[in-house]
């Protein structure tokens, strides 16, 4: 039907996935995601329709192998072949304790659970499932499991990095997953928006708006 708008009900199985919402992915911090602190005010006014709210948070080693820092005559969004694959080079971001690696502070979420992730210096981690080996897993989705959770939503930073290989592996895993694009930003490094979203089309990702989240109807 023409103009028939998709809205979304919100209930006792739905989860908000809040990605990477931190100090160094917005304006002024080391890895700022243009406009990045702008996903918060949308995160804010759809949170209180959920029950279940996860946050992740990149936490990295000083020494993470996806700095390129780390590596001898590299430079910051070059790519390189480590041991389980090409992995972009990032500048410093995230390290572990540092105030950049911080929620935040107009984050003013409770969250019932804080999946951190990149921890291990030799693999990086976009996804809140699995490590960027595709195999290791982050221990989010026996989480998720024992909470009877069946569709995500994500929002949070950065859509075509984190968040979009989160919702990857969230359909991999056998959820349901809701890009919440208004909630999103992205880095758009070489493409990566426009090869995101093929990925997102191929996997069943779908895309929504949060304003077409509702309470359930009664
Ligand atoms: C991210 C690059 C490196 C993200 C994290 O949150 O999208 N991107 N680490
Ligand atoms: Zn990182």
């Keep these: 039907?023409?103009?028939?708008?998709?809205?979304?009900?919100?209930?006792?199985?739905?989860?908000?996935?809040?990605?990477?919402?931190?100090?160094?992915?917005?304006?002024?911090?080391?890895?700022?995601v243009p406009e990045g602190d702008a996903?918060?005010?949308?995160?804010?006014?759809?949170?209180?329709?959920?029950?279940?709210?996860v946050l992740t948070q990149d936490w990295h080693p000083a020494d993470h192998s996806s700095f390129a820092a780390m590596h001898a005559g590299r430079k910051p969004y070059e790519?390189?072949?480590?041991?389980?694959?090409?992995?972009?080079?990032?500048?410093v971001h995230c390290v572990m304790g540092s105030s950049g690696a911080e929620f935040h502070a107009k984050l003013t979420l409770q969250?019932?659970?804080?999946?951190?992730?990149?921890?291990?210096?030799?693999?990086?981690?976009?996804?809140?499932?699995?490590?960027?080996?595709?195999?290791t897993p982050t221990g989010?989705?026996?989480?998720?499991?024992?909470?009877?959770i069946e569709r995500i939503f994500l929002a949070g930073l950065a859509y075509?990095?984190?968040?979009?290989?989160?919702?990857?592996?969230?359909?991999?895993?056998?959820?349901e997953a809701i890009v919440?694009?208004?909630?999103c930003r992205a880095i758009d490094?070489?493409?990566?928006?426009?090869?995101?979203?093929?990925?997102f089309a191929q996997a069943g990702v779908c895309v929504a708006q949060t304003g077409d989240l509702t309470a359930p109807l009664q």
């Design 39 to 53: 996903v918060i005010a949308p995160i804010l006014r759809v949170a209180p329709l959920f029950q279940h709210v």
């Design 140 to 148: 989010l989705e026996p989480v998720l499991c024992a909470r009877g």
């Design 189 to 199: 490094l070489n493409g990566s928006r426009e090869r995101m979203e093929e990925n």
């Design 160 to 175: 075509d990095f984190c968040v979009g290989y989160s919702a990857l592996d969230a359909r991999r895993r056998g959820f």
């Design 79 to 91: 790519v390189l072949e480590l041991e389980y694959g090409p992995q972009v080079l990032w500048p």
């Design 180 to 183: 919440l694009q208004d909630g």
């Design 1 to 32: 039907m023409a103009n028939q708008k998709t809205v979304w009900s919100i209930g006792a199985r739905d989860l908000l996935l809040v990605v990477d919402v931190q100090n160094d992915f917005c304006p002024g911090g080391a890895l700022a």
């Design 111 to 135: 969250a019932s659970y804080v999946q951190r992730k990149g921890s291990d210096a030799r693999v990086d981690s976009y996804s809140a499932f699995f490590e960027n080996d595709r195999r």
